[in-house]
Every structure is written in C-alpha cells, then in structure tokens.
C-alpha cells in the first residue's frame, strides 16, 4: 500500500503512518491490531499461527518504517508502547478502508460472476428467453449461461453447485424434492401439438383414442412429459420417435412427422406457433397440469446474481400469469 497520506485525507494529531516506497504490508498493520487486543506477543502469534520471532521480526520492520517503538519489549514479553497505542486509531481506520475495499471487490465479483440456468426447454420463448433479455439489461457485465438437460441431471447439477438455478417440470400433486428451493412459476394444461393441416386440428379437444392413432413424437424417458404420456395411455401409446426436449419435439411436429404432447406454456408464443406452422388442442379428460418450477440449492449463501436473475424469472411469471 503505498499511500502518503491517512486513509481519511485529513492531517493526524500525534504521529502520522507514511509507508515508505519499500511497502507497508496490511498484514504488518493486523499483526500490530492483534498483539494490541490479546496485550502480549507470545498470544499474539499462538493466534496468528506464527513463530514469536517471525511476529517480531515482522513488527520490528514497521517500527523501522514508521520511525516509532510500537511494542515495550521486556523479559517478561512484549506489549505495546505508549506510542503504539496513539497510533492504534489510525492503524484501525486503515484496516477498516482495507476490508471495506475486499467487501466491495468480493460484492462486485458475485455480482459479475457467470450465472449457469439449467433448464427442460420449457416455456423457453414466453418465459426464458425474456428474462435472460431483461436480466442482461440490468446486469451487462454478467454472462448467462443456459444448459438444456433432463430434470435429474439438472438436480444433481444444483445440488452439486454446477447450476445455480434450473427450470424444471413437475406433474401437479407430485413430491418437491428435498434439498431444494423450489418456486412455481407456471401451471400448464397438456396439449396436443400439431401441425395446422393434422386431422386434429379440426376438434376443439383431442381424445386419448384419437391420439393414439397418430404417429407420437415423445419426450425421451427421463422428461416428466415423458411419464405424464405413458400415464395417459396406459402403457399404449405407439411412440414412433423419442427425443430430448420440447424445442426439438416442435420441430419434429413442425416437419410433418407426427405429433407430441406438452404443456401449452411450451407451445403458447412459440415462433413456429406465430408463423402458423404449429397449433394445438387440448388434451380431452382429466388430465393432470404440469407445473414449471424454478429450483435452486438451500444454501445460507446464495450469490447476488443468481438472486437477482431468480426475481426476473419471478416477475416474468408473474406477468404471464396475469396475462392468462
């Protein structure tokens, strides 16, 4: 630190700390702090895990540099002088500007740091997409990254620390997994999505039989929408193709090979849905809704950009939701 004035830029009554060009180190100043509260040298450096000789040493080179006796060194051990205790105020401001510098430094880092989503692939144009926009806005120095994966890979990854967050379907009246915070924010109905020339587009419903005669494209085991299937049909569906995720389940559909079924708040503003090459009818019956929840870790320190990006991802829901 080489300053040549007090941290506060005004004068000091009594002796001033001006640190030469060969450097006063803050760890000199702690180690003065230290020896002053426990009153010896030989505490002092039990505390500090350091050798008494090494403390010594160390605080005789400050004593050197400042001009001043800071420690009474007696048989019986070394205290702090009458002028190491009038400089003790100003050696505290340091420390305090030092570890204020260190809190501001580690505050910026958690809030420029990367922020890792791991998501189904649900609600990705309505709901995602528009956070990661907003979020970007209000943090222009933090990178999002987005990671598609199966809702196993995507807890493991949370509970681990690898995500910070993730996006996560989940069949209504099922358990919440513990470990976990868990926040809903959509509910979704099943619907069958096709393509607008599909006989199904016809109906305003679509039954589990009328279903069951079209080539399906499912969700790859693994996907919640992949079990809420197989419970519908009852272990009767013909699935001529599996994939991973609704992006590519709509893509599929959208090319003429079939159709799937998913959660309208995956289809709902989705640019193929826009374009007209998609649409979709709901699933006839009593079908279980599909909630989509925001996950993350239980920890008792979460860093500020993953809270800050969890309140986009909130508000959006929330607008979402209203608009319903």
Partial sequence: ??????????????????????????????????VTRLGSLRRAAEELRLSQ?????????????????????????????VEGRELLPHIVRVLEAVDGLRAAAGEQHRISRMVRVGTVNAATVPLLVPVVRTFRAEHPVTQVEVVGAQQTEIQRALSEGAFDLG??????????PTGMDSTRLLRGRPVVCMRPDSA??????????????????????GYVMHRLVHRLLDG???????????????????????????????????????????????????????????????????????????????RRARELNGAA
Avoid: W
Avoid at 7 to 34: C, F, W
């Fill in 1 to 34: 630190m080489g300053f040549h004035e007090p941290v506060t830029g005004k004068p000091l009554n009594g002796p001033s700390i001006r640190p030469h060009d060969a450097g006063m180190r803050t760890e000199q100043l702690e180690y003065i702090a230290t």
């Fill in 53 to 81: 000789p090494a403390l010594s040493e160390t605080v005789r080179n400050l004593e050197r540099e400042l001009g001043v006796d800071l420690l009474d060194r007696k048989r019986s051990g070394a205290t702090m002088s």
């Fill in 167 to 176: 996006l996560v379907n989940h069949l209504e009246g099922d358990d919440l």
């Fill in 200 to 221: 199904l587009a016809s109906r305003s419903v679509v039954t589990v039989p009328e279903l069951l005669a079209q080539p399906l494209v499912a969700m790859r085991s």
């Fill in 236 to 314: 009767g569906a013909a699935i001529s193709y599996s994939t991973d995720g609704a992006e590519m389940g709509k893509l599929m559909v959208a090319e003429g090979l079939g159709v799937t079924v998913l959660p309208d708040f995956s289809v709902v503003g989705d640019p193929l849905q826009r374009l007209g090459a998609l649409t979709y009818r709901p699933l006839a019956g009593d079908v279980p809704r599909v909630l989509l929840m925001l996950q993350r870790r239980k920890a008792d320190s979460v860093p500020q950009a993953a809270q800050d990006l969890h309140e986009v991802f909130v």
